[in-house]
């Protein structure tokens, strides 16, 4: 066949239905994500100048409140402590994550044997709900002298603890949650980066004398950067929408220690009924989350 | 499996501090009649049904219209999927509670399934694996007398099993764990799904944990099978996304 007799049909073809059929394929997709994530989006942005609600106050209209919302976000002490919260929680969870899925991602790398069945081990909390996560791990971390971890630090001497119901305890409670669901998956990725890297650079590196050491830090870093850069965002991102641990567990208390961002915003708006307020919040949420994208589409083309 | 083999070990300690002498079979009866698990079971199970196969296919309709077709205001389109793609579920789902409101899809299965069938990253996800489609495979099909619409369903969603799967079985797991939004969505028990149940279980004022366990175990399973039937395919592309960013 010729190419150009193809490519004349072909431009006779292009109107022959490539526009219509290519909107009919759009068309349900697009009408989801139109009124469910670019129309609720927009509220979220109008009404965050206001002062509407959930549920309308008789006799009361919704008015225009300028950026009281988000002043209200700034002096409010709960909303401060959501938004440290998250942060803390977030400070506790990626460095854990990136270090030891590092780490064990080389270590697993090495063995060719097996690498299947550690693979599926690793990986089998990603099967589990974060909702089951959460219940177990309640039992694990159950106060009182019976509590299963709390048994267990008796038999070497420390008194129980009253873990989730001690307001600096729970936070870290649900961090130790997340980090072992999640681990497993971010290795496995660390581990599909590290496939990548030739065998020969090792070779070189064995051949200059490096040490092991050395070689990780020349050779298996720099070379995983992307990956990194990767697993460094998303953890970060996920960290920061943190709910479902606090929602089944603390109800964001002891003395609001473990509230969350995205708990103040569904606090907020569904139990207080604040949905400007609550509009701001999702907003405020949404710049962050946006500024942390941008800031790794900067890491990974500065090549 | 260690999620499995952690729960019976917890229920070993669990029985070695209270003699209660619960057996474990007893607790499945309890949850099966007395916390009516089957109810939330059957109302997961239609929501992860009804969402999952929407979402396989509408998305990957659209990608493939995006990767493979030509048509006026196609880039506007894929920037402003790509642009979606970072706005977090979490920032509009207030506001996504009132469009359902109006939509009056409150305390059904539609208004629990249907929201999160188009979604900008599995739009991307498909719209990337089209797009390294190799052109000639439409152009051989056009001039045999095909028509777009064939092509996509003959031709190119067979050749798609392996990224299919990995948006289905995500998926999935994104609908049968999904907490923030049904919490919003249903009113009462009617629609509850699994994990407003075992959360509406572990929050009582008497805690029975074998019940919670038992509970928990059975949500467990179905994720379980699907990770091992597919666990290969599965692990391999997520590593790869992992690795595209």
């Known amino acids: ?303 | 499996m260690k999620t499995d083999a952690q729960i019976v070990e917890d229920m070993s300690t669990f029985r070695a501090f209270i003699p209660s002498g619960h057996i474990s079979a007893e607790n499945y009866s309890a949850i099966i009649g007395k916390v009516n698990f089957f109810k939330f079971f059957k109302n997961s199970a239609v929501v992860a049904i009804l969402n999952v196969s929407l979402v396989t296919i509408l998305n990957a309709m659209m990608g493939y219209a995006l990767g493979l077709l030509s048509f006026k205001g196609k880039k506007f389109m894929i920037s402003f999927i790509i642009a979606l793609a970072i706005i977090p579920t979490e920032s509009v789902i207030i506001n996504r509670f009132m469009v359902a409101l109006h939509l009056h899809m409150l305390n059904s299965y539609a208004g629990l399934a249907l929201p999160t069938v188009g979604y900008p990253m599995f739009i991307f996800l498909y719209y990337n694996h089209f797009k390294g489609m190799p052109r000639e495979l439409l152009e051989a099909a056009i001039v045999d007398g095909e028509t777009y619409n064939g092509i996509f369903w003959k031709i190119m969603l067979p050749l798609s099993k392996p990224v299919i799967s990995t948006v289905a079985i995500m998926g999935f797991i994104r609908s049968w764990g999904d907490l923030l939004w049904p919490t919003l969505v249903t009113r009462d028990e009617t629609y509850r799904t699994l994990p407003l149940a075992l959360r509406a279980l572990s929050t009582d004022v008497y805690i029975f944990w074998g019940q919670i366990f038992a509970f928990a175990s059975l949500m467990t399973l179905p994720v379980l099978i699907i990770f091992v039937l597919f666990q290969k395919q599965f692990i391999q592309s997520l590593a790869m996304t992992g690795i595209k960013g």
């Open chain 1, 1 to 303: 066949m010729n190419r150009r007799s193809i490519s004349l049909r072909r431009s006779h073809h292009i109107r022959d239905g490539q526009t219509a059929t290519a909107w009919l394929f759009c068309a349900p997709a697009l009408l989801s994500v139109f009124l469910f994530y670019l129309i609720p989006f927009c509220l979220s942005i109008a009404y965050s100048f206001t002062n509407k609600m959930l549920v309308p106050r008789i006799g009361r209209s919704t008015e225009f409140v300028g950026v009281g919302n988000y002043l209200k976000i700034l002096s409010n002490d709960i909303a401060a402590k959501a938004f440290v919260n998250t942060g803390l929680y977030a400070l506790m969870v990626v460095p854990a994550i990136m270090v030891i899925g590092t780490i064990l991602a080389v270590f697993v790398n090495r063995q060719v044997k097996g690498v299947k069945t550690f693979r599926a081990i690793y990986f089998s909390p990603q099967v589990v709900t974060m909702t089951v996560v959460a219940v177990v791990w309640s039992f694990i971390f159950s106060p009182g002298e019976s509590g299963l971890l709390n048994s267990f630090l008796g038999l070497i001497g420390i008194p129980p603890q009253s873990w989730l119901q001690n307001s600096n305890q729970a936070l870290f409670c649900i961090a130790v949650m997340y980090i072992w669901q999640s681990l497993g998956l971010q290795m496995i990725i660390i581990l599909g980066g590290l496939q990548y890297i030739p065998e020969e650079l090792y070779e070189a590196g064995r051949l200059d004398g490096c040490s092991i050491v050395q070689k990780f830090l020349y050779i298996t870093v720099p070379l995983l950067k992307n990956t990194l850069v990767y697993v460094l965002i998303s953890t970060t991102i996920n960290t920061l929408k943190l709910f479902t641990q606090v929602y089944v567990l603390t109800n964001g208390g002891p003395n609001h220690s473990t509230t969350s961002v995205v708990y103040l915003l569904y606090k907020a708006g569904f139990i207080n009924s604040q949905l400007g307020y609550s509009s701001a919040i999702a907003v405020v949420f949404f710049l962050i989350v946006l500024i942390i994208s941008l800031i790794q589409n900067y890491a990974m083309s500065e090549k």
